[in-house]
T-cell receptor, first 115, second 117 residues
Framework: AQKVTQAQTEISVVEKEDVTLDCVYETRDTTYYLFWYKQPPSGELVFLIRRNSFDEQNEISGRYSWNFQKSTSSFNFTITASQVVDSAVYFCALSGLNQGGKLIFGQGTELSVKP | GAGVSQSPSNKVTEKGKDVELRCDPISGHTALYWYRQRLGQGLEFLIYFQGNSAPDKSGLPSDRFSAERTGESVSTLTIQRTQQEDSAVYLC???????????????FGEGSRLTVL
């Protein structure tokens, strides 16, 4: 069975702090895809990143970076120099090969960035 | 429109009534997904369509839930004899699936908030 665990339910930081959101996944597939989505207060989920299981290179996009480690089945997300606009619920998700793109989501981490 | 459109955005109904939720995917997107998000919780997969067939209905919680899709266009999620535990935001997403092996980005709508009194 596939499962995604985001152990941190809520995180609160002060603006300009760095923050890491944890994601641990379980799958028996050898090929799979990992995602992060952001859900701001407006409610619409916004795609942030997709990572293939065979590509373990870490990725950086502006203040966002992702650390993918197959050895620990983790796909953590770090926001550097957080801003108030980063406040949202962040979801990690997993999809297996030949599953039609169906995503299994974690429970989400609510990030609150205070000025 | 450019994005996934869902209607109604808000629906309040009485227990026992039927409701229909509509999703207009992004034009050209072959795959369409329905998810449910209860208050403060993650997204639960309900069903997905490839074209107008539904290869995976495994997430539908009971036989009161059903969904249809017309071609590669609009989908309707129907909940019969609604119960209070059906209260949630129902999210629709679409994806340009070139093949089952190509898991692309899902584009989500803003959701339909259902409240069952």
């Amino acid at each position: 069975a596939q499962k995604v665990t985001q152990a941190q339910t809520e995180i609160s930081v002060v603006e300009k702090e760095d923050v890491t959101l944890d994601c641990v996944y379980e799958t028996r597939d050898t090929t799979y895809y990992l995602f992060w989505y952001k859900q701001p207060p407006s409610g619409e989920l916004v795609f942030l990143i997709r990572r293939n299981s065979f590509d373990e290179q870490n990725e950086i996009s502006g203040r966002y970076s992702w650390n993918f480690q197959k050895s620990t089945s983790s796909f953590n997300f770090t926001i550097t120099a957080s801003q108030v606009v980063d406040s949202a619920v962040y979801f990690c998700a997993l999809s297996g090969l030949n599953q039609g793109g169906k995503l299994i989501f974690g429970q989400g981490t609510e990030l609150s960035v205070k000025p | 429109g450019a994005g996934v459109s869902q209607s109604p955005s808000n629906k309040v109904t009485e227990k026992g009534k039927d409701v229909e939720l509509r999703c207009d995917p992004i034009s050209g997107h072959t795959a369409l997904y329905w998810y449910r998000q209860r208050l403060g919780q993650g997204l639960e997969f309900l069903i997905y369509f490839q074209g107008n067939s539904a290869p995976d209905k495994s997430g539908l919680p009971s036989d009161r839930f059903s969904a249809e899709r017309t071609g590669e266009s609009v989908s309707t999620l129907t909940i019969q004899r609604t119960q209070q535990e059906d209260s949630a935001v129902y999210l629709c997403a679409s994806s340009l699936m070139k093949s089952l092996a190509n898991t692309g980005e899902l584009f989500f709508g803003e959701g339909s908030r259902l409240t069952v009194l």
